[in-house]
């Protein structure tokens, strides 16, 4: 029985054995989550708070108008076809609204609504009930629920993630209710933390999600004070950071067994292990997975069984950059030195893009090769892959329902 719980608690402990040249140099998940964790955090917390409240915009982090060409291009009348009610009976007699919405991640639980959290489907659904139709009120009277309409979103957002352009829709039979009231009612519900950018009427048909061709994430890592300085996240000369690799496989190459296994009592000291990563490594890495459908399911997390196998794990990614950019800050004219990646796909698994950002630093700071993370897609298991980063650096930037157009990336 003893060797039982021992056997089930060092396999509780247990890493991923990678098998490649730089598994010396590579963190464990321990590590990485220091290293991702020990950021300030909080200055894009701020940054993406200014957005939210229309303070400052991407166009000032990329210097272009991209996001603004996006909306208007996809985000006016789309779906023209709307049903015309007085023409129809019945199930086709509804009225349906497309609802674009911004708001402050680490202001709220999530999206998904839960009880007794401060989500955003529960302040919009609360918002939505003054307009539902009599025959649902009605009904909701009867079974004792709370008087809150549906609304159905394009992707759920984590807690800490937030969202620019986030869709969701809503239904009601009322013929009455007008889209200047929707964006009235929901902007009064949360001020200062979540904005409604446009609401308009659009054929029933529509749906949030799965009328979504694609989907575009940024997630912002943030250098400590100094890091740029000493050269120790940003741009290097690679002859120096390989140098850097060799030393330290060097000097601590006699602690690894002729099996390629740790001893136990010889662990590596982390502090030897490189800190240092070319952010044009990181995009290197990235640009790999562009353009494959691939299955994903090595960076996903807290998925069901169902759908951790097949075609539920398949994803296909159009676009995958990184760059080095300044994070400005309105009120004192001040800016701080970050990584941008870009990240857009027909679809995302749960927690893949922070999985992703995590592993593709985690890869650049051990000099694995541009394609180890299509490697790490054919692993045994999830461990191979770091754990996921922060969400307070993740926003979910747009939603598109037309075919995506390369031009309109931040990062070429």
């Known amino acids: 029985m003893d060797a039982q719980l021992e056997k089930s608690n060092k396999a509780n402990y247990d890493h991923y054995e990678h098998t490649d040249s730089c598994r010396f140099l590579r963190w464990t998940a321990k590590e990485c989550y220091q290293y991702m964790y020990s950021r300030p955090w909080q200055k894009v917390n701020d940054f993406y708070s200014e957005m939210v409240q229309g303070r400052v915009s991407l166009s000032n982090l990329f210097k272009k108008e991209a996001l603004a060409t996006c909306e208007d291009s996809e985000y006016k009348e789309d779906h023209a076809d709307v049903v015309q009610s007085k023409d129809r009976s019945g199930r086709w007699a509804r009225v349906t609204f497309k609802i674009l919405l911004s708001y402050h991640g680490s202001s709220f639980d999530g999206w998904q609504k839960q009880p007794g959290l401060n989500t955003v489907q529960g302040i919009v659904e609360r918002s939505l009930g003054k307009f539902v139709d009599e ?10 629920l709370p008087l809150e309409g549906c609304a159905v979103v394009a992707g759920r957002t984590d807690k800490g993630v937030t969202a620019f352009q986030q869709v969701c829709s809503f239904y009601t039979w009322r013929e009455d209710v007008k889209p200047q009231e929707i964006e009235e009612a929901i902007n009064n519900a949360a001020l200062g933390k979540m904005k409604v950018i446009s609401v308009a009427k659009v054929s ?3 749906h949030p999600n799965f009328s979504a061709k694609w989907r575009r994430y940024l997630y912002i890592f943030p250098f400590n004070d100094g890091e740029g300085e000493h050269g120790s996240h940003v741009e290097k000369d690679s002859n120096e950071y390989r140098k850097v690799c060799a030393d330290w496989i060097h000097n601590n190459y006699t602690c690894v067994k002729d099996n390629g296994h740790n001893d136990d009592n010889e662990e590596m000291d982390a502090g030897n292990k490189p800190t240092m990563f070319e952010v044009s490594k990181v995009d290197r890495l990235l640009r790999q997975l562009e353009g494959k459908l691939l299955s994903y399911k090595m960076f996903a997390r807290d998925t069901k069984a169902s759908r951790n196998t097949g075609p539920p794990t398949e994803c296909f990614v159009f676009h995958a950059r990184a760059m080095v ?13 970050v990584m941008c990646i870009e990240l857009v796909a027909n679809r995302f698994l749960r927690k893949m893009v922070r999985v992703l950002v995590a592993t593709a630093v985690r890869e650049a700071a051990a000099g694995a090769e541009d394609d180890a993370l299509l490697k790490l897609m054919d692993s045994s298991c999830r461990r191979a892959t770091a754990p996921p980063s922060p969400p307070d650096g993740l926003s979910l930037v747009d939603v598109g329902y037309t075919d995506f157009v390369q031009k309109n990336c931040f990062i070429s």
Do not use: V
């Open 204 to 206: 029933r048909e529509f």
């Open 325 to 337: 950019s300044a994070l400005p800050f309105a009120q004192d004219g001040t800016s701080t030195r």
């Open 135 to 144: 025959k649902k009120s009605q009904l909701l009277k009867e079974k004792n």
